[in-house]
């Protein structure tokens, strides 16, 4: 069964300080992976997804197969960065899995101290 | 451009009434239409799942319903609600498969 594990419920960092979300799953084979982002009173929206490769509001996240990991990153933490964040996975397009299933973590909430 | 729209914003029902909730997709046609649902302390779990007219796909046995009677129309209901129907509903479209989701506003459904 597929899993996505976020340990942390709570991060609390300091304007400028590096930021790392921490996301693990559980799935055989080679799912896709995306970061979703809430704002305060705003909706959930997609971030980033992996096989994009690309930097979001100065977030990148890294897919290790090894350790079944997709941490989000963000070398200087602002502000507006705090938010609630998902880690999320679905099948890839080739499995014919059919729709695109996400599963979702339970979320971290980040909170960025001035 | 693309909307959605997830309606009401929030509802108090008591056990055993009915539950009718609405979300409607603007913008564009045939898309892939969801329901999630987030207990508190959980994460969002998919209910279900449409791509097309009459076509309900259910993930996880529970006491809620789908239908999709137009193209871009999706209604979440239930005949009797029970107390663990508590949540926070989210309605979420996507072009097609294997394109990012678009999510609604949420309803947070409290069962007294």
């Known amino acids: 069964a597929q899993r996505v594990t976020q340990p942390e419920k709570l991060l609390s960092v300091f304007k400028g300080a590096p930021v790392e979300l921490k996301c693990n799953y559980s799935?055989?084979?080679?799912?896709?992976l995306f970061w979703y982002v809430q704002y305060s009173r705003q909706r959930l929206q997609l971030l980033l997804r992996?096989?994009s490769r690309e930097s979001i509001k100065g977030f990148t996240a890294d897919l290790n197969k090894g350790e079944t990991s997709f941490h989000l990153k963000k070398p200087f933490a602002q502000e507006e960065d705090s938010a609630m964040y998902y880690c999320?996975?679905?099948?890839?397009?080739?499995?014919?899995?059919?729709?695109?299933?996400?599963?979702f973590g339970k979320g971290t909430k980040l909170s960025v101290i001035p | 451009s693309q909307t959605i729209h997830q309606w009401p914003a929030t509802l108090v029902q008591p056990v055993g009434s009915p539950l009718s909730l609405e979300c409607t997709v603007e913008?564009?046609?045939?898309?892939?239409l969801y329901w999630y649902r987030q207990a508190a302390g959980r994460g969002l779990q998919l209910l279900f799942y449409?791509?097309?007219?009459?076509?309900i796909s259910s993930e996880v046995p529970q006491n809620l319903s789908a239908s999709r009677p137009q193209d871009r129309q999706f209604i979440l209901s239930s005949k009797k609600l029970l107390l663990s129907d508590s949540g926070f509903y989210l309605c979420?479209?996507?072009?097609?498969?294997?394109?990012?989701?678009?999510f609604g506003d949420g309803t947070r459904l409290s069962i007294l």
């Open positions: 979420a479209w996507s072009p097609s498969s294997y394109q990012p989701q678009h």
């Open positions: 799935y055989s084979g080679s799912p896709e």
């Open positions: 992996h096989i």
């Open positions: 999320a996975l679905s099948p890839p397009a080739y499995s014919g899995a059919g729709s695109y299933q996400l599963t």
């Open positions: 913008g564009t046609s045939n898309p892939n």
């Open positions: 449409s791509v097309g007219i009459g076509q």
